[in-house]
């Protein structure tokens, strides 16, 4: 087996088949430079002798955008119910923070490589960390303020898996300022040390095209109205060494959250920061599930993708964000895995679908007007739309915007795709928009086969070289961390 590699200047490929922005192709030519951004992509050619060629169906990469990787150590273990007690988010959130507590830089790194293993396997070609474990468990700082940062980042780039590394703001445990929770003590960093870790991260990895830097503050509760206004300015960090400086934050996921906000500040989470920040691209809205109707156009106009984790989102009992509605307006989202109970875009993709089923009763409903139109515009079949394709180009896009990594076979966008597996049952239907259809509605075994990233192959016919030793060091931490609790 090849090792993952970089490919000398200007590798060109050539493709069977592939899934443009415009829709289902075939025969394409793709040029990429020595970065792994696409320089020159031609349609309805032949193949050229040096092109490295593509078999089968290749999609534009799904960018994930919302990931804790350490939670990936508790999936499946928080299903049990205490006898006559109720559960929610924050009984959730109790188990979460016990795990979290009992975490060396050795389990995160191990953890956090075994969470990407999976998710490049999956189809997701870049994920969006959002960070928040700073300090050691006793809540004392580590030597290095990037201790958990870089084992997080340093697990990204064994695997192959390009990351915008989010640290969070994380200041105080409820809105008003109040301090943090003992069980929060791994969370805390003054601004000052916030602005020195960003800046650390931004030196250590300017020359690393796959590692990007963001900002995030956790949510409206953890940050005073000052420290979000401090850290979201454009110039707080300017971002000297990338394209943009994506800023994410939680949002409005829980009722209880914009019930508490409205009686602190009088307006609702979304409406708030919508007046106090001047929210635009650059932003991602994870979440945003109890949205108004006027606060929905509002970001709609705005700019922002709103993040949608509908796995966790349906595990934690948070609700269903109005994604018909939003898409009507033009809104943009993106999808992303959050607590990584499950890790797989076609499954969260076909959930997203689904949940808007159960609630509208009718079918084939989650269609982006933006992505349609575009496909239309250049298609001679417009009479049907095809779901699928259209669940696929909307999170490329939307996904991509908030990761600061776009993907999706067009110029000057990164050369991470995946092909499709020709041996997976489920996809045995499939021809051109069908591809898309059954990969994310009727895949067996994700449907994944090979995996490039800036055009390097990083997974070979459904393996990576690394599978074993990473597998072997998770299960090392998982039973380090159940000896510990
Ligand atoms: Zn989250």
């Known amino acids: 087996?090849?090792?993952?590699?970089?490919?000398?200047?200007?590798?060109?490929?050539?493709?069977?088949?592939?899934?443009?922005?415009?829709?289902?192709?075939?025969?394409?030519?793709?040029?990429?430079?020595a970065r792994g951004r696409v320089t020159a992509l031609e349609l309805d050619v032949h193949r050229q002798r040096a092109d490295i060629h593509i078999p089968g169906a290749a999609c534009p990469g799904i960018p994930n955008l919302h990931s804790h990787s350490f939670q990936r150590a508790i999936a499946g273990?928080?299903?049990?119910?205490?006898?006559?007690?109720?559960?929610?988010?924050?009984?959730?959130?109790?188990?979460?923070?016990?795990?979290?507590?009992?975490?060396?830089?050795e389990d995160v790194a191990a953890i956090a490589a075994q969470c990407f293993l999976e998710m490049i396997y999956s189809g997701y070609t870049s994920v969006a960390e959002f960070h928040y474990l700073h300090r050691a468990p006793n809540g004392e700082p580590y030597e290095q303020l990037s201790e958990l940062s870089e084992a997080v980042i340093q697990?990204?780039?064994?695997?192959?898996?390009?990351?915008?590394?989010?640290?969070?703001?994380?200041?105080w445990s409820g809105v008003g300022s109040s301090p943090l929770l003992?069980?929060?003590?791994?969370?805390?960093?003054?601004?000052?040390?916030y602005a020195l870790l960003i800046e650390q991260l931004d030196d250590r990895y300017r020359d690393e095209p796959r590692v990007k830097v963001g900002i995030a503050p956790h949510s409206l509760r953890a940050v005073s109205p000052y420290e979000l206004s401090v850290i979201t300015d454009p110039y707080f960090a300017p971002h000297r060494h990338q394209d943009v400086r994506p800023v994410h934050i939680h949002i409005a996921e829980q009722m209880a959250e914009v019930h508490m906000w409205r009686e602190h500040t009088g307006q609702r989470p979304i409406e708030w920061l919508l007046d106090q920040c001047e929210v635009d691209q650059r932003w991602c809205l994870v979440h945003s599930t109890h949205v108004s109707d006027e606060e929905m156009s509002k970001l709609a106009n705005s700019g922002v993708t709103v993040g949608l984790c509908p796995s966790t989102e349906a595990?934690?009992?948070?609700?269903?964000?109005?994604?018909?509605?939003?898409?009507?307006?033009?809104?943009?989202?993106?999808?992303?895995?959050?607590?990584?109970?499950?890790?797989?875009?076609?499954?969260?993709?076909?959930?997203?679908?689904?949940?808007?089923?159960?609630h509208h009763q009718q079918r084939n409903l989650a269609f982006s007007k933006r992505v349609t139109s575009q496909i239309q515009g250049e298609s001679s079949d417009h009479i049907y739309d095809s779901l699928g394709q259209s669940l696929m180009l909307t999170a490329a896009r939307?996904?991509?915007?908030?990761?600061?990594?776009?993907t999706g076979f067009k110029l000057g966008c990164w050369a991470d795709w995946f092909t499709l597996d020709p041996k997976d049952v489920g996809l045995y239907a499939a021809h051109d928009h069908r591809w898309s259809d059954q990969w994310v509605f009727a895949q067996r075994r994700m449907g994944v086969n090979d995996v490039y990233i800036g055009g390097s192959r990083v997974i070979y016919e459904g393996r990576h070289p690394l599978e074993e030793e990473i597998n072997r060091d998770y299960r090392a931490a998982i039973t380090r961390l159940h000896e510990r609790s």
């Open 1 to 33: 087996m090849e090792n993952i590699s970089h490919h000398s200047p200007n590798t060109s490929y050539s493709f069977e088949t592939l899934l443009t922005p415009n829709g289902w192709r075939k025969n394409a030519r793709l040029e990429v430079d």
């Open 77 to 105: 273990l928080t299903s049990t119910r205490r006898r006559g007690s109720e559960d929610h988010f924050w009984t959730w959130r109790t188990e979460m923070y016990k795990a979290a507590l009992l975490l060396s830089p």
């Open 155 to 171: 697990a990204s780039l064994k695997v192959g898996l390009p990351i915008t590394h989010l640290p969070v703001l994380y200041r």
């Open 182 to 193: 003992e069980e929060q003590r791994r969370f805390a960093l003054t601004l000052d040390e």
């Open 315 to 358: 595990d934690l009992g948070d609700g269903i964000f109005p994604l018909v509605d939003y898409l009507e307006l033009g809104g943009e989202y993106g999808i992303g895995s959050d607590s990584n109970l499950r890790i797989n875009p076609a499954e969260e993709l076909r959930l997203l679908e689904w949940g808007q089923r159960l």
């Open 398 to 406: 939307g996904g991509g915007r908030a990761v600061a990594r776009e």
